[in-house]
């Protein structure tokens, strides 16, 4: 009976476009969650997260490329020009050796890179290398860009030095050494397409240890969502955000429903003095603002996603649903099934739990549909506030760097655009399958 029943109620269901739009988005993010939780174990998206040396090779701010190709756009990727792909000679003398390596690339691209760096890698010598370098554009100009004592771990950032940059009229490096020459003065600079060729004279004073370098011409689009300002993928906290919301989400609204039920249901069998104190204590927890208890909590004891998690449900469960669900039991505890019960010898606990919660569960189920974005949306908002979980990265983390590196002011939208439209569609999927679910279960709105 009951089968057929929720068989019913799947075929009313689906006549509704809202509800299966609504379901078709909480799929995909469901199906993200899975993939992401597979595919970036939690310790590798910490670790991932806390930047460093895992995406030294990532540009700083910068935007999608899908959305630049989307448009028609142009704009460069990074490059990655390593030694072992680049044609080295030697030349052997005694107690070392010269070697001169030769990293080239093509250029195409519509825009200038925003970096340029040389790493470069000299383990095993007892004495420092010396390098000179040399750069060489397509219409065969050369200029030398100095030398270099090398270290075990060397950076040479040549997109800050500032003599280069005298050097190259006052252009910033990574525009100079790209650009058209003999531009008309006060001209946008034009970059210059060909082959460019960044020579690497060193001499090493030893005859086994070798160089490894590595080009790096970093783009202004880079992956599926962009880079932040510490040059670390939003795609990853865009993916893990989706986990954590639905988590935080789902896992507020069953703890709230659930014990808020139970204690209404509670209240509602036993009247007198029970009734009257969760009333009055939910009067009381009603007027006290939510939020800035929050951010009461996080300023002064801690920010822990499930610290966060653990007063949301304690502060719900007095919450105006208990008079809500008090009002829709009154009548059921009055219902001759119910004396039935207490005639055959039912106990207060089974005839609560067995024959009054059930009764209104289904009438319940769109409250709590729509209830788990509210708590989706708490979460992000107490990131945005600063007071999120440090450690990991979800949506309100990702909007909270942008409000403090001023994302917008500087166009960077894409950083506030995409965690914008996740929590979007996830209010929007629940709010409509929620909507549809009331029609449903709803005896009032049946006739609508």
Same mark, same amino acid.
């Given at each position: 009976?009951?089968?057929?029943?929720?068989?019913?109620?799947?075929?009313?269901?689906?006549?509704?476009?809202?509800?299966?739009?609504?379901?078709?988005?909480?799929?995909?993010?469901?199906?993200?969650?899975?993939?992401?939780?597979?595919?970036?174990?939690?310790? !590798?998206?910490?670790?991932?997260?806390?930047? +460093?040396?895992?995406?030294?090779?990532?540009?700083?701010?910068?935007?999608?490329?899908?959305?630049?190709?989307?448009?028609?756009?142009?704009?460069?990727?990074?490059?990655?020009?390593?030694?072992?792909?680049?044609?080295? !000679?030697?030349?052997?003398?005694?107690?070392?050796?010269?070697?001169?390596?030769?990293?080239?690339?093509?250029?195409?691209?519509?825009?200038?890179?925003?970096?340029?760096?040389?790493?470069?890698?000299?383990?095993?010598?007892?004495?420092?290398?010396?390098?000179?370098?040399?750069?060489?554009?397509?219409?065969?100009?050369?200029?030398?860009?100095?030398?270099?004592?090398?270290?075990?771990?060397?950076?040479?950032? @040549?997109?800050?030095?500032?003599?280069? !940059?005298?050097?190259?009229?006052?252009?910033?490096?990574?525009?100079?050494?790209?650009?058209?020459?003999?531009?008309?003065?006060?001209?946008?600079?034009?970059?210059?397409? +060909?082959?460019?060729?960044?020579?690497?004279?060193?001499?090493?004073?030893?005859?086994?240890?070798?160089?490894?370098?590595?080009?790096?011409?970093?783009?202004?689009?880079?992956?599926?969502?962009?880079?932040?300002?510490?040059?670390?993928?939003?795609?990853?906290?865009?993916?893990?955000?989706?986990?954590?919301?639905?988590?935080?989400?789902?896992?507020?609204?069953?703890?709230?429903?659930?014990?808020?039920?139970?204690?209404?249901?509670?209240?509602?069998?036993?009247?007198?003095?029970?009734?009257?104190?969760?009333?009055?204590?939910?009067?009381?927890?009603?007027?006290?603002?939510?939020?800035?208890?929050?951010?009461?909590?996080?300023?002064?004891?801690?920010?822990?996603?499930?610290?966060? @998690?653990?007063?949301?449900?304690?502060?719900?469960?007095?919450?105006?649903?208990?008079?809500?669900?008090?009002?829709?039991?009154?009548?059921?505890?009055?219902?001759?099934?119910?004396?039935?019960?207490?005639?055959?010898?039912?106990?207060? @606990?089974?005839?609560?739990?067995?024959?009054?919660?059930?009764?209104?569960?289904?009438?319940?189920?769109?409250?709590?549909?729509?209830?788990?974005?509210?708590?989706?949306?708490?979460?992000?908002?107490?990131?945005?506030?600063? @007071?999120?979980?440090?450690?990991?990265?979800?949506?309100?983390?990702?909007?909270?760097?942008?409000?403090?590196?001023?994302?917008?002011?500087?166009?960077?939208?894409?950083?506030?655009?995409?965690?914008?439209?996740?929590?979007?569609?996830?209010?929007?999927?629940?709010?409509?399958?929620?909507?549809?679910?009331?029609?449903?279960?709803?005896?009032?709105?049946?006739?609508?």
């Amino acid at each position: 009976m009951i089968g057929v029943r929720w068989r019913e109620h799947w075929e009313e269901l689906r006549r509704y476009p809202s509800a299966l739009v609504g379901m078709a988005i909480i799929a995909v993010l469901v199906g993200l969650s899975l993939y992401t939780v597979i595919a970036i174990p939690y310790s !590798e998206a910490l670790d991932k997260w806390r930047g +460093g040396e895992p995406w030294q090779l990532h540009p700083v701010n910068a935007g999608s490329l899908w959305a630049d190709r989307l448009v028609g756009g142009r704009q460069p990727s990074t490059l990655v020009i390593d030694s072992d792909a680049a044609e080295v !000679e030697e030349a052997p003398f005694e107690g070392g050796r010269r070697l001169r390596m030769s990293l080239a690339f093509d250029y195409d691209y519509e825009g200038f890179p925003s970096e340029i760096n040389l790493f470069l890698r000299a383990e095993g010598h007892e004495q420092r290398p010396f390098a000179r370098l040399l750069w060489q554009a397509p219409d065969g100009r050369e200029l030398m860009l100095g030398g270099y004592r090398i270290g075990r771990d060397h950076r040479i950032s @040549l997109s800050q030095d500032r003599a280069l !940059e005298r050097r190259l009229g006052g252009l910033v490096p990574h525009i100079g050494l790209l650009a058209e020459p003999d531009a008309d003065a006060g001209a946008q600079p034009q970059v210059q397409p +060909g082959r460019y060729t960044l020579m690497l004279d060193a001499v090493v004073f030893d005859e086994q240890a070798g160089i490894d370098a590595e080009l790096v011409l970093y783009g202004r689009v880079h992956g599926i969502a962009g880079t932040d300002h510490q040059r670390r993928e939003l795609s990853l906290a865009l993916m893990w955000g989706t986990p954590v919301a639905l988590a935080f989400g789902l896992l507020a609204a069953v703890g709230t429903t659930i014990t808020t039920l139970i204690i209404a249901a509670v209240g509602v069998w036993y009247r007198g003095w029970v009734d009257a104190t969760i009333q009055r204590l939910t009067e009381v927890n009603m007027i006290l603002p939510l939020l800035p208890i929050l951010v009461m909590v996080g300023t002064l004891y801690s920010t822990s996603i499930w610290l966060m @998690l653990g007063v949301v449900v304690v502060l719900g469960i007095f919450s105006a649903g208990i008079k809500m669900y008090r009002a829709m039991l009154l009548p059921i505890r009055e219902a001759p099934y119910i004396e039935a019960a207490q005639a055959y010898g039912a106990g207060n @606990l089974r005839i609560v739990m067995r024959y009054m919660i059930p009764r209104i569960l289904p009438v319940l189920i769109p409250t709590f549909v729509t209830l788990i974005p509210t708590f989706v949306f708490l979460e992000a908002s107490l990131a945005v506030l600063g @007071l999120g979980d440090p450690v990991l990265p979800t949506w309100g983390k990702v909007l909270n760097d942008a409000q403090s590196q001023s994302a917008l002011y500087n166009g960077y939208y894409y950083w506030v655009v995409s965690p914008a439209v996740l929590l979007m569609l996830t209010g929007l999927g629940f709010a409509m399958l929620g909507f549809a679910l009331d029609r449903v279960f709803n005896p009032r709105l049946r006739s609508l």
